[in-house]
């Protein structure tokens, strides 16, 4: 099967697969049809819970008395196991804080006495039911063999999860536009479980899901756009451009139009990705703009040799150079408006060296990029035959300096323009958060304590207890447990009594409002206080003042869970641990955060750049500071350290490195001979990259793994010894407690706060059992975001190995932290609470850096491999330059070129080359004396052949005129009448001795003319112009006019002559007769086809091998010699005829396939 034929079935193939996934695009977003949902989730849920129940049964047949070890079971199923009503094992965890069978075993929770005394496992039954557990929808149920009870679970819903609009179980395969819910809701379609229904899968009316799946539609779009372009590879003709071009740009406007229309949540149509103006109005536009140019320019190029032969015709050389400068010019200024656009109007980031920050959709885009810049090779393709004959200007553009040359120059034009855009972006962040930062006060806090104030004031008990000494504690757990319990978890609450208040607090303070007692100040230490004094009037006692302050603890924006999920305070600014800042009141500082040192107080030089403009930066100590002046005398200074230039060097050497590697891989390349593909020098050249590529790898994998390696054991040395730590205050601090009521009370709370602070840590007390008791992040497991009940993992190797401590990786909310965990033991040596703690100390982003490290040392040694093969094939190419001779000039060898091969190194090589030369040497010699006895030879046969030529009609010329000479002697008057019939005879006779001697003199003559550039359209119509006297043939002659060649010009009118002539000589018994030729250009690229054909008797089969054999005619005269001659005058031009029937008129058809002159 030839090419054409592959691609146009390629096409036929790629467009039935766009047609299938259209379907499946419509067919998988029936917004109405949750009947086809519900059963396909009966099917889903069959398979999931026969998972479930195989590792019910391998629970249930474990020894009870041993820790549950079922292997790794599903993230979305849960299985507890109790014996005797107790929970004995546990794998994965049900979100809630009450997890007992019965409620005779309940105790309030001291996170919150108010929590409700239910037990929700307790009410399941033996068959599954849609049960709410906590923050998740499960079908769970119990299952019970004799003392053993399980409880299992498969997870249906987290209305927690906010990777989707329902919340539902990704592993159902449930439609993003469906709901579950119970069935008591009207409308949808149950789903049976076991023959029962359990729940509803409803059609979400408010869902801004769209009508139909993007991701399928974009593959439909992606094999109709390659589909289009192998239509156009099986035919690249100019028709078949326009047709191509047309339904191409048709489909992608349509496209580009329908987006528009599509809902928020519709993948790259989506405005919440990105969004700029009407035109740019989503990524997916940006796409089919993209694409709406790159099309028509990929498809220019495949059609460019049909399209050329056609635009020659026209004097448009100059525009033609122009309007593809011109388009390679829009591409570039395209890409600028794309990248700026994408920059600053969406968070994708396209910054490379911020890994941390690339994701799928900056991948997307730079791939975008890169089809874009595609265009640009194929465009200085197309330029090069223009400029070649217009300016003479002849240059590769896909050659290895080319090649390099490009890709430095995008390199640097993508890292620059990212750099640049993305520094701008980062200062209209900074420039918010500066804004952000000037206010420090707690609005909501404020709020807060407005409305328990006048309680405070009113309250008898404070009141009495004011006449305390030291009731300071007193009044404040009384304030903390009855008024402020929330605000107690984020702020330090501190009283102070008469004789111990410092009333120097209040000066500089601002009263939060108009009659409110609090005041607002702000220490130097960045901590928020609000400051009180309270006055009551005690019978007996008289006037009894307390202040109270309210105060932000310090640090807990960066510390433990907060910072893992990310929570802040209402009003507060969550900056990223990589970034400081530091507020200056006038000069001096006022406030900090952050891992530089910022000066206490500006000199005059700082203080002139921070306040002699606006909004500006800077740069000093490894660092880059954006400074912001929020008011007239307090600025805002946001600092990072400076992206180091080797980042931007490893960037650069990265794209460089794609762009050269996608150009070597997608340039068209010649055909190389067997000989070639079996180079000794590519074997080695194979075998050195190989080597190569694996050292250098493996060099750069073991220095990732080491430096990896490094910082996970000095990591888990430094979390060994922080858990150790903690452990050891809190255990210090509690001495004489026995059980673990003991450590139920405000004293041991404030202590791990305290214990917290000191460690930079929140820390949580578990039970014995592993349910929660005490936290100093208590909210967490309030609203559910932490499990209540610690990991079964941590737990066996705390309780049942009795291992000091244990560290493991978890994960909240698609965030990985590794957890500490200790065990608190009483006076009498039992576990009285299990210790946890998140690790939170890394002061970096490690895995970024190592990730950073990994891809700069693989850019950096790739760029050293691309340099080292170049180098080797450099040294190679010169070691085995003879070598290479030695074997084309063998392949090519015959015995008129015999070349000789200079090698001047005396080495292993240059004996080779020696005997080479010598070999050449003897041939030439040899090929001189074959020469001779060959020309002597053909002399010879050539003289045999003129007498047998000459001979042959000179005997029948003889026997005539004795015949004659006869009769005349006998005087026989017959003699007379004989004469002229034989006069007659022997002038034709003569005619074929003098074409003879016209043969053999042309033959003679062969190769001693040298070729001369002609037009050989002017001169085929020239020939025809001289046979235009036979009236009953018809000559016509069809093709091009300007088609020039190189060739001896007497010797291919001869050729030319003698073809016509034999087309004429086979018509002189027919009427009608038809000579037709035709020029055009050839399949086989550099060459023309010259047609010459007849609608005569043509030759018969058994004959087509002996048409150019000399000596071999089908005429009853002439001499066998013009096709054979014409054969050789058109070999020795590099030219060849070959003979075929004739399609068009039925006879004889000779082809001349000529080469077109370079």
Known sequence: MNKSKKYGWISVALLVLSVVFIVISLSTRTPADTESSAKKAERVLASRLDILQSFTDKALAADPAEWLDIGRLPSDMVIYRYVDERLQSWVNRFPISNDQLSSGMLFQSFLNPRSALRTPLGELKEDFSFSNIGSKWYLAKKVIQENVTLIVGLEIVNTLDTRSFSGINPRLRIPENHSIQELTNSGGSPVFVGGQPQFKILYNSLSSTPPVSMPYLWLALAFFLTAALFFLLAEPSAKNLIIELITVLAVLLAFYFSGAKVSVNSGLFSPLLYADGTVLYSLGALILLTLMLVMPIWSIFIARKDLRSFLDRYPLGVFRVLLLLAAAVALVAFSYVAIKSISLNSNINLELYKIKEITWVSVLVYLLLGVLFSCIPMIFTMLQPLTSRLFGFHQDSMSIPNRIGFALAVAIYFVSLTACLGFKKEQSGMEVWANRLAVSRDIGLEMQLRLVEEKIADDPVIASLSVLPNAGAAIRNRIADNYLARVAQEYDLIVSVDGQMDLSLLSGGEYISPGSRFVFKEGSDALVVYIAVFTYYVKNYGPYHIMLQVERKGDWRFRGYASILGETAPGEVLIPPTYAYARYQSRSLLSFRGNFAYPVHMDDELADAVYSKEDTHMKSGGFTHFIYVVAEDESVIVSRRTIAALYYAVSGIF??????????????????????????????????????????????????????????????????????????????????????????????????????????????????????????????????????????????????????????????????????????????????????????????????????????????????????????????????????????????????????????????????????????????????????????????????????????????????????????????????EKFDEVSKMLLDHINILTETANEFSTFAKLYTEEPTEINIGELVQEELAMFSGHEDITFDYMGLDDAVVMAPKPQLARVFVNLINNAVQALDEFDGGRVMVSLRHSVKDGYYDIVFEDNGPGVLPENTDKLFTPNFTTKTGGSGLGLAISRSILQKCGASISYSKSFALGGACFTILYPKNK
């Open 655 to 976: 794209i460089g490195l794609i762009t050269f590697l996608a150009q070597t891989i997608l340039r068209p390349r010649r055909r190389k001979s067997v000989f070639e593909k079996k180079y000794f020098t590519t074997r080695l050249n194979a075998v050195i990259m190989a080597s190569l590529i694996l050292a250098l790898v493996s060099m750069a994998a073991l220095s990732v793994y080491f430096v990896y390696d490094r910082h996970e054991e000095n990591r888990r040395t430094l979390m060994t010894e922080k858990i150790n730590s903690i452990a050891s205050s809190i255990s210090t601090r509690i001495r004489g407690a026995r059980t673990t009521d003991d450590l139920r009370s405000n004293e041991v709370l404030r202590l791990i706060e305290d214990v917290g602070n000191n460690t930079n840590s929140d820390i949580t007390l578990y039970t014995p059992n592993g349910m929660v008791f005490m936290s100093t992040a208590p909210m967490v497991f309030e609203r559910n975001m932490m499990d209540s009940r610690m990991d079964g993992e941590a737990y066996r190797n705390i309780m049942l190995l009795t291992s000091r401590y244990y560290i493991q990786k978890e994960s909240v909310a698609q965030n990985k932290f590794y957890s500490m965990y200790a065990p608190l033991v009483g006076e009498d040596g039992n576990i009285i609470a299990i210790i946890c703690a998140p690790y939170t100390d890394d002061t970096y982003d490690f895995e970024t850096n190592v990730v950073n490290h990994g891809i700069s040392i693989l850019s950096i040694f790739i760029f050293l491999l691309l340099f080292a093969i170049l180098m080797t094939r450099r040294v190679l190419d010169g070691m085995f330059l003879p070598l290479l001779q030695i074997g084309r000039k063998m392949e090519d060898a015959n015995l008129d070129s015999l070349e000789y091969i200079q090698y001047d190194k005396e080495d292993e090589i240059s004996s080779l080359v020696n005997a080479y030369n010598r070999m050449v040497t003897d041939l030439s010699e040899s090929s001189r004396q074959l020469a001779e006895a060959e020309r002597d030879k053909a002399w010879s046969g050539m003289a045999r052949q003129v007498a047998h030529e000459i001979k042959n009609p000179l005997t029948p010329m003889k026997l005539q005129i004795q015949r004659i000479m006869r009769l005349k002697d006998r005087g026989d008057s017959a003699w007379k």
